[in-house]
């Protein structure tokens, strides 16, 4: 949240009163759960009740409504400009599945793409997240794959590409796989997404007892596939982890 310090809340000699520039940030705040404009753009009153009412705001705020649990909202930042963007996967009572992301712009968004993506491609995968692992500025579409061998279970990670094409369009590319050890289990482990080399490109942690003891590995996108990296083990002293030794 920002500092209020540089908004003068009172006028010399007169009644208090609340800045304008205030009462905006405190709309947008409040009502619209964005963040305040910069110090020299803090609009007015006026300006914030606009965005809160603007048609571009109603829609997106539709189009994020859950049914039957089968959309889910995500914030991120998808066009890199250090402020967090909505994202979100929907798929509709027909099964028909989108992936979108809209910008915020301090409270007011506007599309950046809406893509259509084959329900089987999405629905089935578990601790889904947007998360750029191919460098690009463009947030993919993550999560858990599994395949049932049996009576075990067999996981997998799975990325949906999301990439700009010649004519400038958003559409949905290749789909991009790594692994898991045999034993992997989503609910006893759990999956980071983290960029850990400084490449720009998220990278996949996962962390959990894999028979071995408890420890930490690491695959790095290549932008096109994943590749393995050391290991570090966890020395855990329950409740908590007290260390992490390479």
Not at 98 to 120: D, Q
Request: net charge neutral.
């Amino acid at each position: 949240m920002r500092n209020f310090s540089s908004f003068s809340f009172f006028n010399a000699g007169k009644k208090p009163k609340l800045h304008s520039a205030f009462l905006s940030c405190l709309l947008i705040l409040f009502v619209l759960g964005g963040d305040c404009p910069p110090n020299d753009n803090t609009g007015s009153v006026a300006k914030a009740i606009r965005i809160l009412f603007s048609p571009e705001t109603k829609n997106d705020r539709l189009e994020t409504n859950s049914i039957l649990g089968l959309n889910t909202q995500y914030w991120v930042d998808a066009n890199s400009d250090g402020i967090e963007d909505l994202c979100y996967k929907t798929t509709n009572l027909d099964l028909s599945s989108f992936l979108s992301c809209s910008i915020n712009h301090y409270g007011k968004f506007s599309k950046l793409f809406k893509i259509p993506i084959s329900a089987g491609t999405v629905l089935g995968l578990l601790q889904p997240e947007f998360t750029d692992i191919t460098g690009d500025g463009i947030p993919d579409y993550c999560g858990l794959d599994f395949q049932l061998s049996g009576v075990n279970v067999n996981y997998n990670v799975r990325c949906i590409s999301i990439i700009e094409n010649k004519k400038g369009e958003y559409i949905g590319g290749a789909a991009i796989e790594g692994t898991l050890p045999r034993g992997f289990d989503s609910i006893k482990s759990s999956l980071y997404w983290v960029d850990i080399n400084g490449d720009k490109r998220s990278d996949y942690c996962y962390a959990g007892n894999l028979g071995l003891g408890y420890e930490m590995t690491c695959q790095i996108s290549k932008g096109n596939k994943f590749v393995s990296t050391n290991t570090a083990k966890l020395n855990f002293y329950l409740p908590y982890v007290s260390s992490i030794t390479a």
